[in-house]
T-cell receptor, first 111, second 117 residues
Framework: GEDVEQSLFLSVREGDSSVINCTYT??????LYWYKQEPGAGLQLLTY?????DMKQDQRLTVLLNKKDKHLSLRIADTQTGDSAIYFC???????????FGAGTRLAVHP | EAGVAQSPRYKIIEKRQSVAFWCNPI?????LYWYQQILGQGPKLLIQ????????DSQLPKDRFSAERLKGVDSTLKIQPAKLEDSAVYLC???????????????FGEGSRLTVL
């Protein structure tokens, strides 16, 4: 089954770029996802990438996918204090869209 | 469009007591998920329904946890008897996914936080 790993913590200065990394094991995932969780809230989809793509850009967000190394990254340009949250990488396992989440990367943005 | 509704938001019980959580998914969503999120960890899938059938419950501790989805809409998750290690946030999510080339996006509720003393 799918296993997803992420670094646990990232601290950046406001205005800098943030890069959050993720590795996964199941190469059959059709889509790979980035979810955001703010304190006391559920998870919200930030962006996703189809497995036959290498890159997807969506405003300040850039997702890079390296299928050979099974590595996914999320870049946030011009990071703002409102971006402080926990970011989860997820892959789908099996035919029934069973999403497996990493442990999450806590992003702290400081002035 | 109304989101995924969960209740209660918070529950404190003593070990060996029982608790039930309720979830109302987004209207028309065929697939419903219950995840357990322990503090500092990512969500772990407990059970996944498609309509009113179970498609995955491989990580559900069936000796104490049970879940049902009534008429393919609302769902309840029950824990009986609760243990200290069940302290977590229980997240319900729904998806219109029924197979094929759908993005598979999950829509999450705000969660039910359980504390077992």
């Amino acid at each position: 089954g799918e296993d997803v790993e992420q670094s646990l913590f990232l601290s950046v200065r406001e205005g800098d770029s943030s890069v959050i990394n993720c590795t996964y094991t199941d190469s059959s995932s059709t889509y790979l996802y980035w979810y955001k969780q703010e304190p006391g809230a559920g998870l919200q989809l930030l962006t996703y990438i189809f497995s036959n793509m290498d890159m997807k850009q969506d405003q300040r967000l850039t997702v890079l996918l390296n299928k050979k190394d099974k590595h996914l990254s999320l870049r946030i340009a011009d990071t703002q204090t409102g971006d402080s949250a926990i970011y989860f990488c997820a892959g789908a396992s099996g035919g029934y869209n069973k999403l497996i989440f990493g442990a999450g990367t806590r992003l702290a943005v400081h002035p | 469009e109304a989101g995924v509704a969960q209740s209660p938001r918070y529950k404190i019980i003593e070990k060996r007591q029982s608790v039930a959580f309720w979830c109302n998914p987004i209207s028309g969503h065929a697939t419903l998920y219950w995840y357990q999120q322990i503090l500092g960890q990512g969500p772990k899938l407990l059970i996944q329904f498609q309509n009113n059938g179970v498609v995955d419950d491989s990580q559900l501790p069936k000796d104490r946890f049970s879940a049902e989805r009534l008429k393919g809409v609302d769902s309840t998750l029950k824990i009986q008897p609760a243990k200290l290690e069940d302290s977590a946030v229980y997240l319900c999510a729904s998806s219109p996914f029924t197979g094929g080339l759908h993005t598979g996006e999950l829509f999450f509720g705000e969660g039910s936080r359980l504390t077992v003393l």
